[in-house]
């Protein structure tokens, strides 16, 4: 390797918000984060699903008026006829 182009690593204590710490190498001084492994939702298994129901729900309502259109339009030729005997 060549000499005089490679950052210098510290040894650095990680700050997370919700109080850990931990030890890890940086070529920065200091870090505080907003998530760590030990409060991240994922890693501690309080993950929220999100509303996939409401998302179908939402995309259902979108495409039933597309869809209720042609019917509409369907049944009104169907009573066309039986409105003019």
Known sequence: MKDKIHPQLHEV????????????????KELRVEVCAACHPFFTGKQKLMDTAGRVEKFNRKYAKKEAAPAVAEAAVEAAPEANQ
């Open 13 to 28: 204590n990680v700050h997370c918000a919700c109080g850990s710490e931990f030890v890890t190498r940086s070529t920065k």
